[in-house]
């Protein structure tokens, strides 16, 4: 179950924040060459703050996604990739620590010090070597460019600004949008140092053998499924490695014309498919059993043995701290769970201090399929809110649900959580696995359509389907072709 957190905050600032990207305004400058004196942490000074920066973020970085992903085959792949990029880097005397991220988000970054990071959501996503290998030569030359210590120092000289915006504008809504703006800038590099990176990763791509074009096909292929994972396809970008690493058609022009020093597209280096999609053969897909699972429009964890629905058009985001769901109208629901502790009455616990606005005129008790619950209405800003809690043994759980002032989906929304929100049979537990991703050889009568109907996990399996293998309109499958597919 994820850990709670300050409800009321979050969810708004979760709205608040939805699809906002800031990407520093820079010149590209087309000749541009890496640090020839690459600080890691041995080499940093030991009264510098920064010396431990890696070593000092790396187990906070491990917690927010969900911990490590072991798997010997997995790892062995990823590390013969990182292996393969490290002897041609600028400075193949720099080190890595090469962490698979137990999370199902997209995404990869490095710190200072050589650490590199990759979700086994972009290992699932890639459908070769070279494209795993465009995303960490990408990283490995942030690292070797300095950019994580150049970072550092915009963060410190942030600092300042940041209090001034917070202690002047502490109870201002626009102070808070001007921290958040700030963290999302400096959470990022700047549009100059992605370009580095991508003209430094692509040479090292060539230079290791992979296919050097890889890098502008796995941006395409990111984006298709930040379009996929939308709920509004033209306005959601908020995929994770495509917010800090924008897809601009600058960078995918720029991969291409920098992979076209090693020759032709489709003539020169190794993808290296056939060695990768074994590799990844049962990779875990989706959520892991700990932080329970969603399906479609539903929320199940065995472990709690608890499951609701959210309503159609929604789109539920299973973070380590919290279960969001996004919908239609600017409508968010958060739901989470804490331990019951002293709090025998509900209606007490509600008013306990926790909730924001909470309107204590409100405050009534309520049963939710024969278990104890209690709800209540919250107002902040310009946003409403209802919250209510249900009681299972020793847990709480808490539903939140806001919505714009004066939208008429609050009611309705928070009737359909209560209504579906109920214990798993011990059946339905038993039943409930993992999905992971599975390596089929396409038999002779098989067709794209006929594969996607053995994807599980999702109604949209031919959408699915298509995405996780790369395939463009019009593609077929052939005999003897190997395809991934999502199944348990």
């Given at each position: ?12 600032a ?33 009264n510098?703050p ?20 072991h798997d010997q ?11 393969a ?9 720099q080190?890595?620590r090469?962490?698979?991220?137990n ?5 990869a970054f ?12 972009l ?8 494209e ?35 202690e ?8 808070k ?5 700030g ?6 590099f700047s ?9 430094i990763g ?11 074009y ?16 939308a709920v ?37 280096g ?11 053969d ?6 892991s ?25 929604f ?9 969001l ?28 201090g ?14 939710v ?14 946003w409403d ?24 989906m609050?009611?309705p ?12 049979t ?29 994807m ?9 389907f ?5 395939m ?9 072709q ?7």
């Amino acid at each position: 179950m994820p850990r709670s957190r300050g409800v009321t905050g979050i969810v708004l600032a979760a709205i608040l924040l939805s699809g906002c990207q800031s990407v520093l305004e820079q010149a590209y400058q087309p000749n541009v060459s890496p640090s020839s004196n690459p600080q890691i942490v041995e080499e940093v000074q030991k009264n510098d703050p920064r010396a431990q920066m890696g070593a000092r973020e790396h187990p906070r970085i491990v917690a927010s996604y969900g911990g490590e992903y072991h798997d010997q085959k997995t790892e062995r792949l990823v590390a013969r990739i990182t292996g393969a990029l490290t002897a041609v880097s600028e400075n193949p005397a720099q080190s890595y620590r090469i962490t698979i991220l137990n999370s199902p988000a997209i995404n990869a970054f490095a710190l200072p010090g050589g650490y590199l990071y990759v979700t086994r959501g972009l290992l699932a996503l890639a459908n070769d070597a070279s494209e795993v290998a465009a995303v960490l030569s990408h990283e490995m030359a942030h690292v070797t460019a300095n950019h994580g210590i150049e970072r550092q120092r915009r963060e410190e000289a942030e600092v300042i600004a940041s209090r001034v915006v917070s202690e002047v504008l502490s109870s201002d809504l626009a102070g808070k949008q001007a921290l958040a703006r700030g963290k999302l800038r400096l959470a990022a590099f700047s549009r100059q140092q992605e370009l580095q990176a991508d003209v430094i990763g692509v040479r090292m791509l060539g230079e290791a053998g992979y296919d050097p074009y890889a890098a502008a096909r796995f941006l395409d292929s990111m984006a298709a499924y930040a379009r996929y994972s939308a709920v509004d396809p033209d306005s959601d970008q908020s995929l994770d490695f495509l917010s800090s690493h924008p897809n601009s058609a600058q960078r995918v022009d720029l991969a291409r014309r920098h992979a076209r020093n090693f020759g032709q597209e489709g003539t020169v280096g190794d993808k290296g498919r056939d060695y990768y999609i074994a590799g990844i053969d049962g990779l875990l897909y989706g959520d892991s059993p700990q932080e329970g699972y969603v399906r479609g429009q539903t929320f199940l964890h065995g472990g709690l043995g608890i499951r609701f629905e959210v309503p159609p058009a929604f789109r539920i985001d299973n973070k380590v701290e919290a279960v969001l769901a996004t919908g239609p109208g600017e409508t968010a629901i958060r739901f989470d769970g804490v331990a019951a502790g002293e709090y025998d009455s509900l209606t007490n616990y509600l008013t306990s201090g926790w909730v924001a606005g909470l309107q204590p005129e409100t405050v009534r008790e309520i049963q939710v399929n024969g278990l104890p619950a209690a709800t209540a209405r919250a107002s902040a800003e310009r946003w409403d809110f209802d919250v209510t809690v249900i009681r299972l043994n020793d847990q709480i759980f808490r539903f939140l649900t806001a919505v714009p002032k004066g939208s008429t989906m609050l009611e309705p929304t928070a009737n359909l959580l209560r209504t579906n929100f109920r214990q798993m049979t011990p059946q339905e537990t038993a039943a409930l696995k993992p999905l992971r991703i599975r390596v089929v050889t396409v038999a002779q009568g098989d067709t794209i359509a006929s594969l996607a109907g053995r994807m599980m996990g999702t109604d949209r399996k031919l959408d699915l389907f298509k995405l996780i293998n790369a395939m463009p309109a019009g593609a077929t499958v052939s005999p003897g072709q190997k395809v991934k597919i999502i199944s348990e």
